[in-house]
């Protein structure tokens, strides 16, 4: 059986959204910025989707979604426009992120910071979430922007976005959210969020790779980092990816219509699948099920290295993830453990499962009895594990 529970890397393409992309590779190929029949067949096809992403995000007509390749380049350019505009011209000098942001904002922020930019890393709480409150005593009159993410894509944690957009609404602070691993998981609306700036991106939710948007709220500004043609209002030059942008707006649409079922049953299935995970003794989940969005479980298993549950899964055809990058022999520890301050052992042995509404009950059945089995295998062969004084106190909230 092959098992796929890596859905907040990225999801299969819903069928239906595939069947709307087809015509646009070998029949309707125009770009739609030439003048002819075959540009002008993609005209009405691109306002439609259009439409259904502004839909998705209930955007008022008056305020932008621009087209981008992916939301590793909407995050990046929210944050070099506002250093643009605020911090290059000396308006302002500092922004405002977590520490848990994608690396598409980290390293971004990073790399600001070596041009004169100052950055606030906003810590976690031990639930792996930030806490609103805090940011107050970070915002200053030289904070041009505050960048926290919807969801967390380790832990599935829902950070306060609607306390951070009404901070930073009164204190006059542009607001950015990466909601990447919000949309079709939890409702995204802009109208009734203070939200200047959202990053989405078409593959985490059953949509084409290649395809992401950045929504701006009307008055705000956008510095564009692609020159060259007038695509986008002229924000984002390049030819359009019509395909991916239909893809995107059937993408959104049913993302938006299966809301209430991942809200439900994938939920439920969730639940199931991770009371069952914390009957096993030793493992610890972060975030509180109430406070997560209904796909996600982080799970450390002490005693077991990340990559070796993996390695076991991925033999019985299982795909999960341990969130950490692996590079050469250095196995690093998974980032939200590192930043809430898990000890060593705990933090190498988080593994992320990501649900989505294609997942079945045979499926979380079969991923049971092999985790199951590769706990036992691997607990057998630990050396860590071994060690461990029994009921040991991990400092981290055990079964919800
Ligand atoms: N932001 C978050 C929260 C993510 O989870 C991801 C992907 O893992 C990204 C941004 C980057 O998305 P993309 O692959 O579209 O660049």
Same mark, same amino acid.
């Given at each position: ?142 904070? +041009?922007?505050?960048?926290? %993410?919807?969801?967390?894509? /380790? ?7 609607? #306390?951070?957009? !009404? &901070? ?74 019509? +395909?991916?942008?239909?893809? %995107?707006?059937?993408?959104? /649409? ?7 079922? #991942?809200?439900? !049953? &994938? ?74 301050? +898990? ?58």
């Amino acid at each position: 059986m092959k098992v796929y529970l890596d859905n907040n890397a990225t999801t299969i393409v819903d069928p239906y959204v595939f069947e709307e992309m087809e015509p646009f590779f070998v029949q309707k190929y125009g770009n739609p910025n030439s003048l002819h029949g075959f540009a002008s067949a993609t005209h009405e096809p691109l306002k439609i989707a259009m439409e259904k992403i502004y839909a998705g995000i209930n955007a008022p007509k008056e305020d932008s979604v621009v087209i981008t390749s992916c939301a590793t380049e909407s995050n990046n350019w929210v944050l070099k426009s506002v250093y643009f505009e605020y911090i290059l011209t000396g308006r302002k000098n500092h922004i405002i992120i977590s520490e848990v942001e994608h690396p598409s904002v980290i390293a971004t922020a990073k790399y600001l910071e070596t041009l004169g930019c100052k950055v606030t890393y906003l810590p976690i709480n031990h639930e792996g979430i930030i806490e609103a409150r805090t940011l107050k005593d970070f915002i200053t009159n030289k904070t +041009a922007l505050v960048s926290i %993410m919807w969801v967390n894509n /380790e832990t599935g944690a829902l950070f306060p976005v609607r #306390e951070i957009g !009404d &901070i930073c609404a009164q204190k006059g602070v542009l607001f950015h959210t990466d909601a990447v691993q919000a949309i079709g998981k939890t409702p995204v609306d802009v109208q009734s969020f203070n939200v200047d700036y959202l990053t989405m991106s078409a593959h985490k939710f059953h949509g084409p790779k290649g395809v992401g948007a950045l929504y701006m709220k009307k008055g705000r500004e956008l510095t564009p980092l692609m020159h060259g043609g007038s695509q986008m209002g002229g924000l984002r030059s390049g030819t359009l990816n019509v +395909a991916g942008i239909v893809g %995107m707006g059937k993408a959104m /649409e049913q993302a938006v219509d299966a809301l209430g079922f #991942e809200m439900s !049953d &994938i939920k439920d299935l969730r639940d199931r699948f991770e009371d069952e995970l914390l009957k096993i003794p030793d493992t610890f989940v972060v975030t509180p099920r109430e406070k997560r969005v209904p796909n996600t479980i982080l799970i450390s298993f002490r005693g077991i290295e990340g990559e070796a549950m993996l390695w076991d899964l991925n033999r019985a055809g299982i795909a999960a993830s341990t969130g950490s990058a692996c590079a050469s022999e250095d196995l690093q520890s998974n980032p939200v453990m590192e930043a809430i301050g +898990a000890e060593a052992d705990l933090a190498h042995t988080a593994i992320r499962f990501s649900l989505s509404r294609y997942t079945t009950k045979e499926e979380i059945d079969y991923t049971i009895l092999v985790v199951l089995e590769a706990v036992k295998r691997l607990r057998g062969i630990s050396s860590s594990y071994a060690y461990a004084p029994e009921g040991h106190d991990s400092g981290l909230t055990k079964g919800h």
